[in-house]
């Protein structure tokens, strides 16, 4: 079937490429127009607590985000004679801004004028309902920018808009920015490792282009489908890269190695011949792997399985239907020689490959070792769900959050309790007997600076409540059934991890204080932030042991061997150990970014094997010893191996120049993915198939008598 398809596309190459180019440029168009939607809501399941909540009181309050208007004196400002306080003037200025922004179409409510204790700051509340659409963020800001821009600025002072919500759009535009600097620099460095190796500009070329027209097909089909660029799937562009320019090396080495004695077409021929069932079954093992990660939990598991399998598979059938009409039409037609480097390290393999076959027992439990001791460190590995994985210190919108924070009390450390009554309403007198016992408790906590709730001063009085709350109608919904409470803490945020001690005590104190008939849950960045990193770790388990199953279901079957099922998929268990043992003795945690990591270790990993294994068995059957085929394995598999880990190497490192600590994070832990798959995969896979070969031989052996 090969065959055919082949000279299909040797014959009718010129149209081949011309099509293919002409594909590339129409999803292009379509690619400039993907959406990017940095919410942290799209990453965990809609009818989570805090996404529930979110639409609960959006409906009921007409608000569903707060935005900041901060005024604060102007140290920078020349004018002399200037009020180093808020006075009368600015106090006025702030009532104008008040009036201005209460015309806008997202402004729900605006709070009173708050000034700070030391009298420099003063700052609008502004409740907002921000469209729920990946651009709501951006059109509110613009209509609060145009409105601040007619109030003008006054002299000694400075009027800012901030607020979370702009923090999570600030990451929108770093995130952008990032991966474009990191796919840039991934395609810098793939095609300098690439001339590096062959010294050719067409080769280098000519392998750069196929990854990155993958690339940009994958931008078409996502941007056709809807389907948004989400903080997960950042990492996607450098994943397909990678695995682009890896199917790209093999065929391109291979056709290299082939076409020293033989033509352009047989070279051709042969390359497929050997290459083409290494290529389907490493493709249907990372795309069964990817796979996996849609039957996670959360959406952000389940956008990421079906991109990377898109992606894969765009990869997959270009390196199919597509790179033997590039090598017809420009590759050489003698071999290339290539960079002296390479051919020194690939001697080393040689001789590597020599006691692999004649020791593999002792290379096995050398990696057992290293492996014992990278277990260690990876129960060091926390999840990260921090903050300061998004926006950097110095940036302007963080700073002037940091300063509405610092002059008024974090407005990230507020929490609210969403109350839902399931049997009458709030109009009853044990139910305001339970809520404000249990708000008295509440604010007994050390961490508790205060609690603001329709029933703090009413009395038990069933004629007096009713009268009380019904003049307070604006805090229930419609019936009485639902309202909120707000509490404020000083270090209510979470660590490094995500975790807040704080939060975990105000769980505990509303589960042991029930109120009569009411469903009491949370809403916050707080709760946003520990769904999160619950959703990242239960989803980590099970769509990993998925993939495992998956690929070792496919490479037994496709090798007719579980044996060769354990070769492929034991490097890639013991890659992510040594990944994430790393990541553990760095201090380097998992992030909402880092889940992608896995994939890539099981992607590259896979690979890797299949492609060592397919190699090793392809010379066995020509009748050469073990010795000999792992040999001319490591010469010939060996060499793209080892160029594709460093031309990706180089292009992940490259993200430790991002703007977002996520990014650089993410950069360091792919990096460190990439040289642990490389080393595991070279050394342990042809031990393995030695002391197979080994067992094999001896249970064939005549028995004697």
């Known amino acids: 079937m090969f065959d055919k398809i082949i000279d299909f596309q040797i014959k009718h190459s010129k149209v081949i490429i011309f099509l293919f180019v002409i594909l590339t440029l129409f999803m292009a168009t379509h690619a400039v127009n993907l959406t990017i939607d940095p919410s942290f ?54 009532e104008d801004l008040r009036t201005i922004f209460a015309q806008s179409q997202y402004v729900k409510s605006v709070s009173p004028i708050e000034i700070s204790d030391d009298e420099r700051f003063g700052r609008i509340i502004l409740g907002v309902d921000v469209p729920r659409s990946p651009t709501g963020t951006q059109e509110v800001t613009k209509e609060l920018d145009i409105f601040l821009e007619q109030a003008g600025q006054r002299p000694g002072l400075k009027a800012t808009i901030t607020g979370f919500p702009l923090l999570l759009n600030r990451v929108n535009s770093l995130l ?52 948004p660029l989400t903080i997960t799937l950042a990492a996607v562009g450098i994943l397909v890269l990678g695995l682009g320019i890896d199917y790209t090396i093999h065929v391109l080495l291979g056709y290299n190695n082939n076409v020293e004695n033989k033509s352009k077409y047989e070279s051709i021929h042969a390359t497929v011949d050997h290459l083409s069932k290494a290529i389907f079954v490493s493709y249907a093992t990372t795309a069964a792997g990817f796979a996996a990660l849609m039957f996670g939990i959360s959406p952000s598991s389940q956008s990421q399985g079906l991109v990377l399998v898109m992606g894969i598979t765009i990869i997959f059938l270009t390196t199919i239907m597509i790179i033997p009409s590039f090598l017809h039409y420009f590759g050489y037609e003698k071999k290339i020689v290539g960079n002296l480097l390479f051919r020194k390290i690939k001697s080393k393999l040689k001789n590597m490959s020599h006691y692999q076959a004649n020791h593999p027992k002792k290379v096995i439990f050398f990696i057992f070792l290293i492996t014992v001791f990278f277990i260690v460190g990876a129960t060091n590995v926390q999840i990260s769900t921090s903050n300061n994985n998004w926006v950097p210190d110095n940036d302007p919108i963080a700073l002037d959050f940091r300063n509405s924070a610092f002059a008024f009390g974090t407005d990230f450390d507020s929490l609210t309790l969403v109350l839902t009554a399931n049997s009458g309403d709030f109009r009853d007198v044990q139910k305001v007997r339970d809520i404000q016992r249990l708000e008295s408790l509440i604010l007994s906590h050390k961490s508790i600076e205060s ?69 009491v849950t949370f809403f916050g960045d707080t709760v946003r932030f520990r769904e999160l990193g619950i959703s990242l770790g239960r989803d980590t388990g099970i769509t990993t042991a998925i993939s495992f199953a998956f690929v070792f279901l496919i490479a037994s079957i496709a090798y007719a061997s579980y044996v060769i099922g354990l070769v492929s998929l034991i490097p890639v268990i013991v890659g992510i150990i040594w990944t994430v043992g790393i990541m553990g003795y760095l201090g380097v945690p998992f992030t909402a970014l880092s889940t992608g990591l896995i994939a890539l270790v099981l992607g590259i990993g896979v690979d890797f094997s299949i492609h060592l294994v397919n190699s090793t068995y392809n010379y066995l059957r020509k009748g050469m010893d073990l010795e000999k085929a792992l040999e001319n394995t490591l010469d010939y598999t060996g060499t793209p191996i080892l160029l594709s880990s460093i031309t990706t190497f180089i292009g992940f490192i490259s993200l430790i120049l991002a703007t977002l600590l996520g990014i650089q994070r993410l950069g360091i832990s792919l990096a460190l993915s990439i040289v642990s798959v490389f080393f595991v995969t070279i050394i342990l896979v042809p031990a393995i198939i030695s002391l197979t070969q080994r067992i094999n031989s001896r249970k064939k052996a005549p028995k004697r008598k």
């Not at 608000?63 to 604060?72: I, K, P, Q, S, Y």
């Not at 709730?453 to 639902?482: C, K, M, V, W, Y």
């Open 176 to 227: 952008i920015g990032d991966n474009l600097k990191a796919v840039l620099f991934t395609l810098t460095a793939i095609f300098l490792g690439l001339y590096w190796y062959f010294r050719n500009l067409k080769y280098s070329l000519l392998a750069l282009s196929i990854p990155f027209s993958c690339l940009i097909i994958l931008a078409g089909l996502m941007s056709i489908l809807n389907i």
């Open 451 to 519: 609690v603001n709730s329709p029933f703090s001063d009413l009395e038990l009085n069933q004629a007096s409540i009713i009268e009380s709350l019904e003049r307070r109608s604006g805090s229930f919904n419609r019936d009485f059934t639902l309202t909120r409470i707000t509490l404020t803490a000083s270090n209510l945020g979470g660590d490094e991890s995500g975790e807040s001690e704080v939060f975990d005590d105000l769980i505990k104190i509303v589960e042991e204080n029930p109120v009569v008939h009411t469903e």
């Open 41 to 94: 809501s799209v990453l965990v399941d809609s009818e989570s607590e805090f996404n529930t909540n979110e639409r609960v009181i959006s409906n009921t309050f007409g608000v569903n985000n707060a935005f900041t208007l901060l005024v604060e004196i102007d140290d920078e400002s020349i004018l002399k004679n200037r009020s180093t306080l808020i006075d009368d003037a600015a106090i006025s200025y702030l």
